[in-house]
């Protein structure tokens, strides 16, 4: 009975932490990044914890078959894994708001409490009643500790990578079950017949449903989705998240990371439907940069901009997660930025590159996500800048986006001596770049993308878009301060301004975004 407890401690801790790693993914992905999804599922979870181990102890005071107790609350948990998983997605497509969250928190809860019922019975399971209580006692503990580290690291770092959030919830709730019939042949009754009948239907069940197991299963994916969920067209899931295209008109499409807006899949000026005109900016201030610094591939639109600048000799890109390298390969427009000789991709957080790095820059580009995201600080806070400074060469361009946050913008005008607005993006230096928009003409005229003009001197919508480029006007902090309901106030590591204080309410659902490319807001 004692191993089978040690067993049963270890797996149980195991799986349970996994699938608070699972729900992380899921809730995070619904709730769109927020930095509270996270706090949202420890407290729930921590509660269902609670509330499962009294369960456990009510029921070892109440019945003396100790191994039916766990083997049989085996079964309730793996029956309700399985149940929520047809569920979940009826859930997230409810409305109003408030009782789509007190569905899913109760989702939490029951999960978490199915299994914590097995903590006081494996302990009264693996107690031995003589002096080495203590020991006994101990020794179950650990193991319990042992599954719930080794469970939340082997599956954020490797079942994640494989398989999707919800087929890694399947596979839980296959692995519960089939605890529960390990459990189940230790029972001995009189009812021992039933007790095999039921082994087999637990291992039949289980069997079943590790063969469902498929990293393509979308439909949890899709009941999230908020940008016009049934018309995904790409769809990578990963350890570093989730990143799903939704199809657009004339192979335009629209590319959501972490269930928000990312960007489309389109360097056309003319149209300006990805706000490209801040990327060509960048030719127009700095004509021939030698070594440049992009943080967030994304889609690859705004690096492949860059890339038609034939005077420049090599570009580091940062990006956290590969995911989005599979996206890129499936546009010819953008694909060829990953065969560019010039172009080397890392795949790290954008901070630790440049606090690790010895290469100094003459432009850093930087289009991340939004400003509430959860850790979004580390890209925008006052003690990122500083790194930032220190890696730019004299004379270079930091631009980033601001995504509208006015907090972002004061943080760099803080930071750098010059600092200004172009839409949503910031443009920072040692010195004042305004001045060389007016040559934006000649220098956009000179980029190329496979040996061909990007622009055309001789045609006028070429030369209408860059007019257009050049008509929009730098907005200067006071001309922002005048402008923002409250005042901005610069982020700091410590703050977290950006994340909490001016972020979105954990309820609140964002911007809802358009399918047809031409309606959707620049990001």
């Known amino acids: 009975m ?49 509330s499962g181990a009294y369960v456990g102890k009510k029921l070892c005071e109440r019945f003396d078959n100790i191994i039916g107790i766990a083997a049989w609350s085996l079964v309730f948990a793996g029956l309700v894994d399985f149940s929520l998983l047809t569920l979940l997605p009826m859930i997230f497509k409810m409305d109003p708001t408030l009782l789509r969250l007190a569905l899913l928190s109760f989702s939490i809860l029951i999960t978490a409490a199915a299994k914590a ?22 020794t179950v503990y650990f ?16 079942l994640l990578e494989w398989l999707s ?25 009189v009812h021992a017949m039933v007790t095999r009948v039921s082994f087999v239907v637990m291992a039949a069940v289980t069997a079943l449903a590790l063969i469902g197991i498929d990293k393509s299963n979308t439909a949890l994916i899709y009941s999230m989705a908020e940008a016009a969920p049934g018309t995904i067209k790409h769809l990578v899931e990963n350890r ?15 590319v959501f990371g972490g269930n ?21 900016l960048l030719h127009a201030l700095m004509p021939a940069p030698k070594r440049v610094l992009v943080i967030g591939l994304a ?7 860059l890339t038609m600048n034939p005077k420049i000799e090599h570009f580091d890109v940062v990006e956290i997660n590969p995911g989005y390298a599979e996206i890129t390969k499936n546009y010819a427009e953008l694909k060829s930025i990953l065969d560019d000789p010039r172009v080397e991709i890392h795949y790290t957080d954008g901070r630790h590159w440049l606090r690790t790095t010895d290469h100094r820059y003459d432009l850093i580009v930087m289009n991340t996500t939004w400003y509430w995201r959860a850790y979004s600080t580390n890209l925008l806070s006052q003690d990122f800048f500083r790194i930032v400074k220190e890696r730019l060469n004299p004379g270079g361009i930091f631009a980033f986006n601001t995504t509208w946050s006015g907090d972002a913008f004061i943080t760099a005008v803080d930071g750098f001596k010059y600092a200004y607005l172009y839409g949503n993006f910031a443009y920072a230096s040692d010195h004042d770049f305004r001045g060389e928009i007016a040559h934006a003409p000649e220098r956009l005229l000179a980029l190329t993308d496979n040996n061909k003009p990007v622009f055309n001197a001789n045609s006028k919508a070429d030369m209408d878009a860059i ?5 929009r006007k730098f907005e200067t902090i006071d001309e922002k301060i005048a402008s923002s309901p409250v005042r901005p106030e610069i982020i700091t590591d410590q703050n977290m301004l950006t994340e909490f204080k001016h972020g979105l309410k954990f309820g609140r659902q964002f911007i809802t975004v358009y399918v047809d490319s031409s309606k959707q807001p620049e990001k």
């Open 2 to 50: 004692r191993s089978l407890a040690l067993l049963l401690s270890f797996s149980v801790g195991f799986l349970s932490l996994s699938q608070e790693i699972a729900w992380v993914r899921i809730v995070g992905f619904a709730y769109q990044g927020k930095p509270q999804a996270f706090s949202f599922v420890l407290v729930v979870f921590l509660a269902g914890i609670a």
């Open 117 to 138: 019922i097995l903590f006081p019975v494996v302990h009264h399971m693996g107690s031995a009643l003589n002096d080495r209580l203590g020991r006994s006692v101990s």
């Open 143 to 158: 193991a319990n500790i042992l599954g719930s580290t080794t469970g939340p690291l082997l599956t954020g770092l490797v």
């Open 165 to 189: 959030a919800a087929n890694t919830m399947r596979l839980i709730a296959a692995c519960t079950l089939g605890l529960a019939a390990v459990t189940l042949l230790n029972i001995k009754t």
């Open 240 to 254: 570093h998240g989730v990143i799903h295209v939704v199809a657009g008109k004339d192979n335009i499409d629209t």
């Open 260 to 280: 928000v807006y990312d960007g489309h899949t389109t360097t056309d000026l003319h149209s300006n439907v990805n706000g490209m005109n801040r990327t060509y």
């Open 299 to 305: 889609t690859g639109a705004w690096l492949k901009v």
């Open 467 to 471: 007019d257009a480029l050049m008509q």
